[in-house]
C-alpha cells in the first residue's frame, strides 16, 4: 500500500481565523470533500509563522511586483499603513517551505490573491482593493522546491492530478 499524497493548504481555508481580519475564509459549500478523499491536508499559516499577529493590518506587494522580486530584495511587502514587513513575509515563507518538506508535501492549496499564498492573482499593491496577476513570497519559495501550488480556483485540476498519482 502506498503512502498518502499529503497536501500542504492555507490554514484559513480549513476553517482557522488566521487572516490578517481574524477570520478564517473557508470556501462555500464543501469543495475540500473531494481532495481529503484523495490526500491529506496538512494545515500551515506562513504569516503567522513569521510573526505576524492576528488580526493584523493589511498587507500588499509592492505595485507591479511578486513573490519573486521579494526575495530578490527588488520588491517589499508593505502594511496599510506604510510599514514595511517584508521579513515577516519572508520569514514564513522559508518556514512554510521546510515544514512542507519534512511532512513530504509534494502539492499546496494556498488562498488567492494573499502577498504569502497568492499563485495567479495578488492585490494591486495600492490597497485600493483592485487585484493584477502575480503570485506571493511562499508560493515563490514552495515552486522553487519543486511543490505544486494551487489557488482554490484549480482545486478541481488538483484533484485530477491527485487522482491520476
Do not use: W
Not at 506604510?82 to 518538506?101: P, R, S
Amino acid at each position: 500500500m502506498s503512502k498518502r499524497t499529503r497536501v500542504l493548504i492555507s490554514a484559513c481555508l480549513l476553517g482557522q481565523k488566521v487572516r490578517y481580519d481574524g477570520q478564517a475564509k473557508m470556501l462555500p459549500g464543501d469543495p475540500l470533500s473531494h481532495l481529503e478523499g484523495l490526500a491529506e491536508l496538512i494545515p500551515f499559516c506562513p504569516e503567522l509563522a513569521g510573526g505576524l499577529p492576528v488580526p493584523r493590518s493589511p498587507a500588499e506587494i509592492e505595485p507591479g511586483f511578486c513573490g519573486d522580486d521579494v526575495l530578490a530584495g527588488r520588491a517589499r511587502v508593505l502594511d496599510l499603513s506604510g510599514e514595511d514587513v517584508t521579513a515577516a513575509f519572508i520569514e514564513g515563507a522559508q518556514k512554510a517551505v521546510t515544514f512542507a518538506l519534512a511532512q513530504n508535501c509534494t502539492h499546496a492549496l494556498l488562498t488567492e490573491a494573499s502577498p504569502s499564498c497568492g499563485s495567479r492573482v495578488l492585490y494591486s499593491g495600492h490597497h485600493d482593493g483592485q487585484k493584477r496577476a502575480g503570485h506571493g513570497v511562499t508560493t515563490s519559495v514552495l515552486r522553487l522546491a519543486g511543490i505544486a501550488v494551487f489557488s482554490p480556483d484549480e482545486l478541481e485540476v488538483l484533484c485530477l492530478e491527485l487522482g491520476r498519482s
